[in-house]
């Protein structure tokens, strides 16, 4: 396939762009600094933190791909909006040229953090046990409530998109090996599950691309 990865150089990224030329696929990578690149491989110079006056080389990134895979997020306080921004601006430029296959990472409590487009989400994901519910994710959400709040209105974005998006929604990352061996659920989070390498994250978001389930639909996963 010809794919986009955008944020190559990040933690999910630089695995989303190593096992997709592994496996074969054609790859742009979209990222602040080319140099930062570790591979061979096209490069598309766009800060997705400022995306103003890069439309043009935003759309050449993603015309003609078959799917545009994206592990933007925020890494600081001073990144915040980034998603939702970056996203964006993803969104028109994918609409200009006529691509269509959207994939980005989300996290897994944002089915209960409001946004503009839904300031009254369910408290509590069907997939959360007690302690998730009332221990764990509460805690979670106060310390990371400006980078959730970011993500909640990216997804907001992709509803009003129009595209064929997913949104995967991992719980804590970690730098662990690729195992390939982990568990899913369309809609919601799973019972127990707390952690998941970035390699795995990166691991199911190419496999989406081949399960139609995935499309217009939110995809937690966890060991």
């Given at each position: 396939m010809k794919l986009t990865i955008v944020a190559a150089t990040g933690g999910?990224?630089?695995?989303?762009?190593?096992?997709?030329?592994?496996?074969?696929?054609?790859?742009?990578?979209?990222?602040?600094?080319?140099?930062?690149?570790?591979?061979?491989?096209?490069?598309?110079?766009?800060?997705?933190?400022?995306?103003?006056?890069q439309a043009d080389a935003l759309r050449s990134a993603v015309a003609g791909a078959d799917a545009v895979l994206?592990?933007?997020?925020?890494?600081?306080?001073?990144?915040?909006g980034v998603?939702?921004?970056?996203?964006?601006?993803?969104?028109?430029?994918?609409?200009?040229?006529?691509?269509?296959?959207?994939?980005?990472?989300?996290a897994a409590p944002i089915g209960t953090v409001p946004s503009?487009?839904?300031?009254?989400?369910?408290r509590h994901d069907e997939g959360d046990g007690?302690?998730?519910r009332h221990l764990l994710s509460p805690a979670v959400k106060r310390v990371f409530r400006d980078h959730y709040a970011d993500l909640a209105a990216m997804e907001d974005e992709l509803r009003a998109s129009g595209l064929s998006w997913t949104a995967v929604r991992p719980p804590q990352l970690n730098d662990m090996p690729h195992t390939g061996h982990y568990r899913t659920a369309l809609g919601?989070?799973?019972?127990?599950?707390?952690?998941?390498?970035?390699?795995?994250?990166?691991?199911?978001?190419?496999?989406?691309?081949?399960?139609?389930?995935?499309?217009?639909?939110?995809?937690?996963?966890a060991y």
């Open positions: 999910i990224g630089r695995q989303l762009l190593a096992q997709a030329l592994t496996a074969g696929h054609e790859v742009t990578a979209v990222v602040r600094n080319p140099a930062r690149l570790d591979v061979e491989v096209d490069a598309v110079a766009v800060d997705l933190s400022a995306p103003d006056g994206s592990g933007l997020g925020a890494r600081t306080k001073a990144d915040h998603a939702s921004r970056g996203t964006r601006a993803l969104i028109e430029a994918m609409t200009a040229v006529g691509s269509e296959r959207l994939v980005v990472v989300s503009p487009a839904r300031p009254h989400p369910s007690f302690f998730m919601h989070n799973l019972r127990g599950g707390t952690k998941i390498s970035r390699a795995d994250v990166a691991d199911l978001m190419l496999r989406t691309l081949s399960m139609p389930e995935t499309e217009r639909a939110v995809v937690g996963v």
